[in-house]
């Protein structure tokens, strides 16, 4: 049972440097979402997805960027790093109404910005 | 806007004691209401998750957690603690009215256990 697979678990950027952080699923979940947690903060939104060809931005949207082509993958892109984005970063999905809320975690991804 | 409050950012028990963690949430209808656990360097389990009925649910690992809708309040609790349940603990909360309503998750409450 591979539920949701994050790669890379861990990453080192220099700041300017792009990269994308793959997400996938093999649960045929309709939602999907990024979210990024940091020391006293707890987890906050990036980006959500309700199905293929939809994305929302969540809470702290600013700096990344999604798209859903696939019910399976949901890929998440730092254009340009930088050192503020420097966190771990949760993909995180769930089936449409069937089960509102529950949502199924990755194992994470650390990523530091130099 | 919904959101959560978890009053206690570190709590320590010692094994065997009694634990409370505490959840208070705002959201402007009925809310479902969930408990997530995280062990270091692992992703977010869910523990248990109230969406109606009965206001005291049960969850995986002898948890359980009380809705309280007066007080605005969704606390976990655990009669006895073992050394294994040291994690950080998150509180969330999400709405009935959507079924894709994104979940607002607490700032989190990370519980030390001692000998």
């Known amino acids: 049972n591979a539920g949701v697979t994050q790669t890379p678990k861990f990453q080192v950027l220099k700041t300017g440097q792009s990269m994308t952080l793959q997400c996938a699923q093999d649960?045929?979940?309709?939602?999907m979402s990024w979210y990024r947690q940091d020391p006293g903060m707890g987890l906050r939104l990036i980006h959500y997805?309700?199905?293929?060809?939809?994305?929302d931005q969540g809470e702290v949207p600013n700096g990344y960027n999604v798209s859903r082509s696939t019910t399976e993958d949901f890929p998440l892109r730092l254009l340009s790093a930088a050192p503020s984005q420097t966190s771990v970063y949760f993909c995180a999905s769930r089936p449409g109404l069937a089960k509102v809320g529950e949502l199924f975690f990755g194992e994470g991804s650390r990523l530091t910005v130099l | 806007a919904q959101s959560v409050t978890q009053p206690d950012i570190h709590i320590t028990v010692s094994e065997g004691a009694s634990l409370e963690l505490r959840c208070n949430y705002s959201y402007g209808a009925t809310p479902y209401l969930f408990w997530y656990v995280q062990s270091p360097g692992q992703g977010l389990q869910l523990l248990l998750k109230?969406?109606?009925?009965?206001?005291l649910v049960q969850g995986i690992k002898g948890f359980e957690a009380e809705f309280k809708r007066s007080q605005s309040s969704f606390n976990l609790r655990k009669p006895s603690v073992h050394w294994s349940d040291a994690a950080e603990y998150f509180c969330?909360?999400?709405?009935?009215?959507?079924?894709?309503?994104?979940?607002?998750f607490g700032k989190g409450t990370r519980l030390s256990v001692i000998a």
């Open positions: 969330a909360v999400g709405g009935q009215t959507s079924g894709n309503t994104p979940l607002v």
């Open positions: 997805s309700v199905g293929a060809g939809i994305t």
């Open positions: 109230y969406f109606s009925g009965d206001t």
């Open positions: 649960m045929n979940h309709e939602y």
